[in-house]
């Protein structure tokens, strides 16, 4: 297996990214991209947990820049970052398939309620889903589409889509955090309405 190569990131990266840097965050993403990825290959042989997972520590890093102390190895804290994901990712893989497991087991056909209830919420996820894809451009959503449903790694939606491969993360990176805080206003908002 091939090492990743040492991470040569300015040092006042941190200091930029706290201010609001995106380009910052793109430095750091370019430095540990490869050493993350390995740290998440230890973890699980799924490598699109592995890569979603790696991706999520750099939306975190973006989210939570502004209460992110001095950091003095980056390499660990960042590590330490990926390992609380990806531990919280595969506790919920366990426990969606240990549920599935268990439903048919003791519930075969389930109640008339639960079927209603979950109709209506998949309903709800469906149609707030929905309404944030509409304000992503064709691109992100194309972008999606073929990492997503098709199952292509962002190499192949790179080759795919004749695009450089750095340029298809970072569009990727922006749309899912975008897709995130849009489905998070709807949540607010319609856990407003339903106090009214």
Not at 161 to 170: E, H
Request: hydrophobic fraction near 40%; charge should be positive; aromatic fraction near 10%.
């Amino acid at each position: 297996m091939a090492k990743a190569k040492i991470p040569i990131v300015p040092t006042d990266c941190w200091a930029r990214l706290k201010n609001g840097d995106q380009a910052a965050l793109g430095e750091l993403y370019d430095g540990y991209v490869d050493r993350l990825f390995l740290v998440a290959s230890r973890f699980t042989d799924n490598r699109e947990l592995a890569k979603d997972a790696v991706q999520e520590v750099f939306i975190e890093l973006w989210h939570y820049r502004q209460s992110i102390g001095d950091v003095i190895y980056p390499l660990s804290y960042l590590t330490k970052v990926l390992r609380s994901i990806l531990i919280r990712k595969l506790k919920q893989e366990r426990s969606r398939s240990y549920y599935s497991i268990d439903e048919t087991l003791f519930y075969p056909e389930g109640s008339r309620e639960d079927s209603i209830i979950s109709t209506d919420t998949e309903n709800e996820r469906a149609a707030r889903l929905s309404h944030a894809l509409s304000h992503l451009t064709t691109r992100q959503k194309l972008i999606l589409r073929l990492h997503y449903h098709e199952g292509l790694s962002y190499e192949q939606i790179a080759d795919k889509l004749s695009m450089n491969y750095q340029s298809v993360n970072n569009l990727a990176f922006r749309t899912i955090r975008h897709l995130r805080s849009i489905m998070l206003c709807l949540m607010v908002w319609a856990g407003i309405a339903e106090m009214f």
